[in-house]
Every structure is written in structure tokens, then in C-alpha cells.
């Protein structure tokens, strides 16, 4: 018990470390909800210029739970490297708390953020759009999924994590290669079904699919979580695999990197 | 061999309490410091040889002692320190600090350490309280604890309290390699690992920086490995030194020591300079490194 505590409050460290980056760059983090709200809308008018409301809620969502998935994995891999361009990353590794301990910690925050950050979003596509009536809306369900999909993301970003970690120079951007696939194989604008069936196999291991299917269902139908089991359990069974997964892949690359040199060698 | 570790300073350590109680009873003789034939190779590149970056290595501190490792740019001294601070794995040999190993008791030896490097290594847009502060949770410790702590080290160091909460950018090297030190002290690692901490510092910043060193140590009973490339400050701070050169000890002693071995030896002066040229020059051949390496 008293481990689990100790571990939360490092753990805490790292949830607080974040919120004073974001505090100290305010006045960008407010440039890019501008320019998130800014995408989110101009494809949400595709499906206002087709005079579709159902296409409209569609991409919209498709846009604001996107924007959530993506803040939540691009902030854990952002943990690492901008660790890895300020040289802290060395005193982080040296501190006396466990890998997940620092990751949980990140993931806490990543979450937290992407929430408040795509609650302002979807505030401001509601006074857009007034045409939309959120009563009729399953905001549970759509909170549910959210939650659930966190939980890959969370792993699937502690894996591009791992690239920054081994690649000081590049391995940020590549994390926008694993993002952009994802954007492409899991319905997020289209159905699934239009695309080639091999991509369509591809879009079953995303979890955002499930994410972005289960939240359709709530905010366009109002269907509850218990009818969405097809949605819901996939995205358990990720989490459950993706979580350890993605520990124990970083952890692979750490003892690596601590064996090849590749933390850091000026000095 | 001088050992002198007070009893009721275990008390005053809640960090080595804590390690000592999940170790053996031999800790408490155990010496801070225990290198063996440790030995780290890099191979940048697949189609070259391995460098050879640490070489059987041997090295052992007592309690409350500092100990300089010298050596020319690339003899290894940073790779060393690494390879006790756990950022880099061994490839044979092994680690002890105060009786634990590194790579078993990895946490417990985690609390006892600390470094500092010759980067001052921060997050450049937060100020210095709150990178001090993220230090300090990482350790375990409480904020308003950490808090008065780090402006009472950083006061002690010359950093007026009004520069706490702007941007470490903002601050000159000096500065922010007081701050490294800061962050290092504040949680209170009985094996103090620096890293030529005073390298590009200014002389009245070097001066305080070696006056703060020696206080730790002395106050604060701090086992201190210290690599630098100012003799002065190597000749003033240091209980016996240990000079590397191509990864591999080529002589150990205390300072008058390794200046009567020149002297007599290789008739040369009878100053540091004259040893460290001695033993880290090019133009000797090898026997002469073997011979460094029985420590007289
Ligand atoms: N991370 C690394 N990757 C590859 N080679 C390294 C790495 N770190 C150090 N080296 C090599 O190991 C040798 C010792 O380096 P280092 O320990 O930094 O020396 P010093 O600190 O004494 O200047 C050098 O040849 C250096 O190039
Ligand atoms: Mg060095």
C-alpha cells in the first residue's frame, strides 16, 4: 500500500511537470486549439454544404474524437522527446521510480488534457451548428467510449514513445506516420466499408474504429453502452493486451538504448 | 584507509535507512564506492571494431572521501559515471554502492546517487523552482519541504530568491549549472556523482561552486566522484584520484603519491601537471600502463 502510494505521488510529479509546461506555453496551447477547432470545422461544413445534418454529426465527430485520440497519443510520445531535446531525460531514468510509475503519470495528464481540450472543441461546434440538438444525444455512451479507448491509446502510445527514446533527431515526426495510418484504416471521416478489404482487416486491429463507431452510435442514434457490446469488448480486450504491451516494448528499448549508448553521449 | 562515518548520521538519512534495511547487515562496513573489472564497449557502427570505452575497470571509495578521475577528453571518465549511474548497462564487471548492486537492488541504489554533468540539462522554460520541484517528487520528497530546501541551496549558492520562478533560459551557464548542483543536493545523495561540474564556469563561479563541494562533503557526508580537467580543483578537492587513459586505469593514489611516483620514476616535477601529462601522454608505451595500474 504504502508502495502504491509512493508510486502515485511520483507519479503525480510528472502530471504536475506537464501542467507547468502547458501553463508556460499557454498562449500556444491557445494557437492550437485555434487551429484544431479551424480543421474540425472545415470539414464539419462539408457535411453542412451537403445540407446532411446526419453527415454533418458525422464528421464532426469523426473530427472532435479524432482530435482526442490523437492529443492523448501525441502527449505521451511528446513526454519522451521533449525529454530527450531538453538532455532531462537522463536525470528522469536516473530517479528512483518504475517505468510505469512515469508513463502512468504522463498518460494521466495526456488524458486530462485531451479532454478539457476537445470539451472546448466541441463547445464551439455546438454554437456553430445550432442545428444540432444534443438532448436527443447518449452522452454516456459517448463518455464511455472515450474512456475505453483511452486505455489503447495509452498503450499504442507508450509504443511510439519508443522513438523518440532511440531516435533524438527524427523519431517525433514518426510518430505522425503511426498517427496518420490510423487516421486512414479507422472510419474516422468515410465508412469503413469503402475501403479495399485488405485495409478493412487493418482498420479491425485500430482501435479508434471501435472508439469512433460505439460514439457514433450514442451521439447520432442515442443507443446506450449495453447495446454496443460488438464495440465495446474489442476495445477491453486492446487495452488489456496494449497496456503491458506497450511497457514491456518500452522497457525493451530502454534496456537498449542503455546498452548501446543511445540516451545521450555528449559530456 | 579513513572511514568516518558517525553512526547517528544513518539517522539523519532517511534515504540510506531505507536502503539499508532492505540490504545485508554488510552494508554498513561496505565502502560507497565498488567498481570491478567493469568493462563497456560502443559500436556506433556495425562494420567497425568496437570502441573500447571502459576497460577493466577497478575503483573503490570509502565513505566520505573524493575522488577524482582524470583523463583526457574520451578516456572514458563520463562512461564511467554512467555506468554507475545506471544510465548505461555493464557489459562485464560488476557495481556496488554502499553494498548494494546496481543492477539487483536498481531502486535502492537509485535513491543513494545523484549527478550532475557538465550540461546543465533542465526544461529551459520552466523556471528553476519548478524543475527543482519535479526533481524532488521524483525522489519522494514533499513540496514545501523541497521547496524551502532548494531556496535555502540555491541562496547558499549565490541565486537570489527572485530569480526562482523566471525561465532557467533566461540565466547564464554559471547560473544554471548551480541549479544542476542544487537539483542534485536537494535529495541528499550519500554517492554524489560530478561530471566536470565546473567546466565553462567563470573563476569566482568555479571558486564557490569547489567551496560548495567541499561543505557537502564535509557537512553532509557525501562520498563524492568528481571528474574534471582543472588540476587546481583536482589537487584541492580531492583524496586520491585515479587517472584514465583509453578506457583503462593507468594509475591510482593520492596526490602526493602519484607526485612522488613521477618524480621519482620518471624524474619529473613534482606536481599534477607533470602527472597527468605522465600518465595520459601518448608517447608511452605500454608497460608503463601496466605498471600504473598496481596501486602504490
Ligand atoms: N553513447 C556513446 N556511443 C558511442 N560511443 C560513445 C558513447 N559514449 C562514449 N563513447 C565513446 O567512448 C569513449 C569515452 O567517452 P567519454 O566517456 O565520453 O570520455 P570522457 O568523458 O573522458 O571525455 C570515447 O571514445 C567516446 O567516443
Ligand atoms: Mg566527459
Known sequence: MALITSELKASYAFVERNFFLTRRYWGWELAFLVYSVAGALSISLIGAAAGDDRLLLTLIIGAVFWNYLSVVFSWIADTISVERWEGTLEYTFMAPVRRWTQLLGSCLYAMAYGLVHTAAMLLVLLVFFPQLRPESMNLLTAAGFVLLGSFSFVGIGMMAAILPLLYVERGAQMTFVIQSCLLLVSGVYYPVSVLPGWMQVLSHLSPATYVLAGVRAGLLDGTPVTGLWGDVLPLIAMGIVLIPAGLWAFGRAERYAKRTGKLKRVG | ?296
Open chain 2, 1 to 296: 584507509m579513513t572511514t568516518t562515518l558517525a553512526p547517528e548520521l544513518n539517522i539523519a538519512r532517511p534515504a540510506f535507512e531505507d536502503a539499508a534495511a532492505s540490504a545485508s547487515a554488510t552494508v554498513a562496513t561496505a565502502p560507497a564506492l565498488l567498481v570491478e573489472h567493469v568493462t563497456k564497449r560502443f559500436r556506433p557502427d556495425r562494420r567497425k571494431a568496437p570502441v573500447l570505452a571502459i576497460a577493466d575497470v577497478s575503483l573503490r571509495l570509502e565513505r566520505g572521501s573524493i575522488h577524482g578521475v582524470l583523463g583526457a577528453n574520451g578516456s572514458g571518465k563520463s562512461t564511467l559515471i554512467r555506468l554507475v549511474s545506471g544510465l548505461l548497462t555493464l557489459d562485464e564487471g560488476r557495481v556496488e554502492v554502499f553494498g548494494l548492486d546496481i543492477e539487483r537492488d536498481e531502486l535502492a541504489v537509485k535513491r543513494l546517487i545523484n549527478r550532475v554533468s557538465v550540461d546543465a540539462a533542465f526544461f529551459k522554460k520552466l523556471s528553476p523552482m519548478e524543475n527543482l520541484l519535479f526533481a524532488a517528487r521524483l525522489y519522494g520528497l514533499e513540496a514545501e519541504a523541497s521547496r524551502r530546501a532548494a531556496t535555502r541551496i540555491l541562496g547558499r549558492l549565490g541565486i537570489a530568491q527572485s530569480r526562482l520562478g523566471r525561465p532557467i533560459e533566461q540565466m547564464s551557464r554559471g547560473m544554471q549549472q548551480k541549479v544542476a548542483i542544487a537539483r542534485a543536493l536537494l535529495t541528499s545523495p550519500t554517492l554524489l556523482l560530478l561530471d566536470e561540474p565546473t567546466t565553462g564556469l567563470d573563476p569566482r563561479s568555479k571558486l564557490e561552486v569547489q567551496a560548495f563541494i567541499e561543505e557537502v562533503n564535509a557537512m553532509h557526508d557525501a562520498t563524492i566522484v568528481l571528474t574534471t580537467h582543472d588540476l587546481a580543483e583536482a589537487e584541492r578537492l580531492c583524496d586520491r584520484i585515479t587517472l584514465l587513459r583509453g578506457g583503462r586505469v593507468v594509475a591510482e593514489g593520492t596526490t602526493p603519491e602519484l607526485k612522488r611516483l613521477v618524480a621519482e620514476r620518471y624524474g619529473q616535477p613534482e606536481t599534477l601537471e607533470a602527472v597527468f601529462m605522465t600518465f595520459t601522454g601518448r608517447s608511452l608505451d605500454d608497460d608503463v600502463e601496466e605498471d600504473g595500474e598496481t596501486d602504490d
